[in-house]
């Protein structure tokens, strides 16, 4: 648990290090989810790493003009 805060430290530096990666910045927040057993964020992540497979409610495209 006592990384915790230095995953935090290191993923705030890596968002705005233009030589990271999105995809090493979405890894090291699944390790963090992991750490803090935040199931929402897992899904978050697992979702925009491998994409979204359920898509309903989100392209809502009823609501548009």
């Known amino acids: 648990m006592s ?3 230095n995953i ?3 993923t705030q530096s890596d968002i705005i ?3 990271i990666s999105l995809e090493t910045i979405f890894l090291k927040a699944k ?3 992991h750490y803090l057993n935040n199931h929402e964020l897992k899904k978050w992540v ?3 790493l491998d994409g ?3 898509l309903d409610g989100y392209l809502n495209t009823d609501e548009l003009p």
Request: aromatic share 6%; no cysteine; hydrophobic share 35%.
């Open 52 to 54: 979204y497979l359920n």
């Open 46 to 48: 697992k979702n925009e």
């Open 31 to 33: 390790v963090l989810a």
């Open 8 to 10: 935090i430290k290191q």
């Open 17 to 19: 290090n233009s030589q």
């Open 3 to 5: 990384d915790i805060p």
